[in-house]
């Protein structure tokens, strides 16, 4: 296998219930619209990363029922390599999102008795990447591979949208930790501060800050960077889209500030339609996003 991104993670299948607004407690409400898709942070990056023009495989666990089928197929018709994908007769994590008019979502995620894959239920030997993306989310399995990157000299990226086990024991072993507010607010009461902190971790740390853009440091430089102005329909998936972009220009070589630009413009896009895995670019919009001056 030989691939420009590997994507180790998170699989679920989504269910996206479009409403006016979000329900209060007892509160029984109609939803105006459904839209179903696979779904889950490294798989959406996958699919990201192929849309963008670059291959990539996802390496995570799919249950042997109906939304693990589904989703199986899914990343078959994007053209992700499957071939690391562990089936099994636990269930297919599910997320159901509440998505109002303004963009702003709900989330309830089901995993079931689903455990995180051992450290052994996939190989690795065979795989060649210019860049791998971990979301945290398959612990065992990462901490497992991500010192063979280091090794290997590939550049890593952790997708931290959360704390958690994976993400904790992952965010000072990779090359790029690209972190939501939520993951750098656990660390101190403003972004600022927690860039600092986060930054005295790892060489690189990437805040993003939703619709107010993002902030970085690498080493001792350090800078902010506006997001693109678009007309935000649903926020579902834009991170996932933005590390997915992040990734795929890590392995393509480009100068940092060009890198950041790249992921702004996939996670963009992505809050234009509905859903995330409908919400990803196309190579087309995203080229012609991208080649639109910021700030």
């Known amino acids: 296998m030989n691939v420009d991104v590997l994507c180790v993670g998170h699989a679920s299948y989504d269910l996206i219930f479009s409403v006016d607004h979000h329900p209060q407690a007892d509160e029984k409400i109609v939803a105006v619209d459904l839209l179903s898709c696979g779904g889950g942070p490294a798989a959406n990056a996958a699919v990201t990363i192929t849309k963008l023009g670059f291959k990539s495989a996802f390496a995570g666990y799919l249950g042997r029922d109906l939304y693990g089928d589904k989703h199986y197929q899914e990343l078959i018709d994007a053209d992700v390599d499957t071939g690391l994908i562990a089936r099994g007769e636990s269930p297919t994590p599910l997320s159901a999102i509440l998505v109002k008019p303004d963009g702003k979502r709900a989330l309830i995620n089901y995993k079931g008795q689903t455990q995180a894959l051992p450290d052994t ?23 497992a591979f ?5 090794l290997a000299g590939i550049p890593s990226v952790l997708d931290a949208g959360s704390v958690h086990e994976g993400t904790l024991a992952l965010m000072d072993k990779v090359s790029y930790l690209v972190c939501s507010e939520k993951f750098a607010l656990s660390f101190a009461n403003d972004v600022e501060t927690a860039l600092s902190h986060l930054a005295s971790v790892s060489p690189a740390v990437v805040i993003t800050l939703g619709e107010q853009g993002l902030i970085w440091q690498r080493g001792i430089s350090r800078g902010a960077l506006p997001a693109f102005p678009v007309n935000a329909i649903d926020t579902t998936g834009a991170g996932d889209a933005f590390h997915g972009g992040f990734a795929a220009a890590v392995s393509a070589g480009m100068e940092w500030l060009e890198v950041l630009r790249y992921a702004s413009a996939a996670g963009a896009l992505c809050c234009t339609k509905m859903g995330a895995r409908t919400g990803l670019p196309s190579r087309e919009a995203h080229s012609a996003l991208f080649a639109q001056p910021l700030g």
Not at 121 to 143: C, M, N, P, Q, R
Not at 146 to 150: F, I, L, M
């Open 146 to 150: 991500v010192a063979n990157t280091r």
């Open 121 to 143: 239920a996939i190989d690795f030997s065979a795989v060649t990447a210019k860049a791998v993306l971990f979301d945290g989310h398959e612990a065992h399995l990462s901490k």
